[in-house]
Every structure is written in structure tokens, then in C-alpha cells.
């Protein structure tokens, strides 16, 4: 009796579509929840000479979709719960079911994260039959849901950076951050700054920075933001360009891995570098501050940078000048736009002089 018991919640416990003559169709924007708890591996109906070094076959399940009208789609990965921090992974494939012969692999994405993300598949033929086998990535078990839609949703998906690979070491907890938004992306909106600690499952968004326009209606050359860690440890940043008016999808910008390490973190001490401390001490607590540094003599845009001023936080009017000396550039005009907690906002226009070149040996 406690056989068939265990053998009737393992039955329970997977799902319908795991071998491949069962495959669920999804339909488009149609939002299908799932799991890959219980879920085997039919051999003969996958190759991983394929995939490369993309895949290990664990738990999968299949999946297919048809698309009535040709052209570019998103497969939407969320509500990702796993054993591990893993997350799933996809692989995207035409081809006859359960002939590798025959298969064709249009995408092979492994997440290594829990965020909610998106796959892009682009020139997608009406009328073609898609498969689509997820699997828990390195073994994990996971609860996610699984979209095919024209809008996508989540964070653009990249590949995982190695571990710790390149982290930027730090002994000061305060990071400074700095990408420019190329031109095709001009239309954007803003950028999302997000974090994610190495053992947390899901990223935190630490900043939002509107997109600014110079004088002449392009983009700034940098944007920038200052973010405080909580603890020790190793963080992964990621960039984001959000989704523009003209239907443009996220962008990932940049990612980076970040150490601090330092059992006395070194607090607001002022970088080792040429800078500006900006006049912040007038604004009340807990403002929203836009700034924006521009050349006075061109009118060419800098710096754009957005964040909460709290007033024990002195690194949040650092400006770092070397970039700007090094091109000549002697007097900066700062606007700040101030949205206070109550009252109407205000901007401050402000004429500053850089500080003198360091002495070069």
C-alpha cells in the first residue's frame, strides 16, 4: 500500500505534457502555469549536440505553437519558484516531434536567475509548428509560467555571466554606475537600474533614469547613478533600457558584477578622483532629484541622473570630473529639478567651475 501511495503522488505530482506526444498548445498571449517537479527526459526525443553546452536534459516539458501571422513573437518566462536559484531554461526548435534528425534549434536560453524574463524569436513563419521543451536549468525544480505574446514582458533574457567573473572590487559600499543609451534607442523612456546579491533568487530595481534630451534633441553622452550596499557580498547589476513608445522591447544595456568585501566598509568617504560635491543641503528629505550636467558653451548634455536625496548619503551630489577635464571642458551648468514630498517641484540652474587638472608627473 505505501508503494502504490508513492507511486500515485509521483503520478500526481507531474505534469501532463511531459513526453512530447503530449505537448500542450499554447495559444497566443495565453498565460499557462506549470512545473517541472516529477518530469523525465525521453532520450530518443532529444540531442544535446545540439544545444551544446546550452543544456543538460533533467525534468523537461513540452510545449508547441503555431503562429497565424508571421513575424517577430516573445516567450514570456515569470512567476519563476525554485528549489535553487537557478531558474529554467528553454529551448525553441522546428522539426518533426521526437526526430533530432529533423530538428532545427532556434533559441537555447538558460537563465540562471528567478526574474521574470523574455525570449525573442524574430521571423517566426505562419502556419510553422514551434516546440518548446523547458527544463529546470543544472537540475533545479521549478514552479514558472510560460507566455507566447507580441508584447514582452520581464527583463530582456542575456547570458548568465560566470560567477563572479570580472567583479569590480570594491572596499567602499557606495557603487558608481555610468552606460549611454545608443541612438537607436533614443526613443526609450528611461533606464532601470536593478540588483541582484548572489544568493538571492530575484533582482531589485535600485534606480529609475529618465532618458534626457540635450539641446539639440539627441540623447546625453553618459547617465549615471550611485546605489549604497546593504552587507558584504557580490551584486550583479543589470541596465535596462525600458520599453519605448514606438514598441521597442527592453534593452540590456549592462551587466556587472560587483564585490564588497571589507569588514569596515568605507562610507561616504569621498572618491580618490577629481570631482564637485553639489549644493544638496537646501532640499528637503526624501525629495526626488533630477540632474542633469551640461556643457554651457555647446549645450551638449553630460551627466542625466535621478535619485532620492537623503541627507546623510554625501555621495549623491559626487560628480566625477576627470571625463569632462580630460576634453577640455572648464565650467559645467547643472540643472536640478526638485519634487519635493509636498508641494509643487522647482528647478535650480546652477554655473559651476571644474577644479584644476591634477598635476601630471
Known sequence: MLLLAALVSKSAAQVLNDNIEDRRVLHLEEIVSSNTTGCTVQRACVDERLTGKCIEYHNDQWFEFTPKVSGRYFINIGGQRCRDVRGVQLVVLTGQPCQPATYRVLSCTSLGTQDDVFVTLDSLRAGQ??????????????????????????????????????????????????WAVPDSLAATPRCRVLRRELREFRSTEQARVPVARNTYGGAPATYAVADTLPRPGYYLYQIVADTGPDGQPPVLLRQQWVSFSQLNPLLNLPPQVPHLVLPLSKYPRNSKLSVVVSNPAS???????????????????????????DAGIEKIAVEITCHPPRGDFFTDQLLLSLPAPAARP
Open 299 to 325: 549645450g551638449r548634455v553630460l551627466l542625466a541622473q535621478q535619485f532620492t536625496y537623503q541627507p546623510g548619503e554625501a555621495h549623491q551630489g559626487w560628480l566625477p570630473t576627470s571625463k569632462w577635464q
Open 129 to 178: 509548428p514551434y516546440l518548446l521543451d523547458v527544463d529546470g536549468y543544472l537540475k533545479d525544480f521549478c514552479q514558472f509560467s510560460l507566455q507566447v505574446s507580441r508584447q514582452a514582458t520581464g527583463l530582456p533574457v542575456a547570458p548568465p555571466l560566470p560567477s563572479l567573473a570580472g567583479a569590480l572590487p570594491g572596499t567602499n559600499r557606495v557603487i558608481h554606475l555610468e
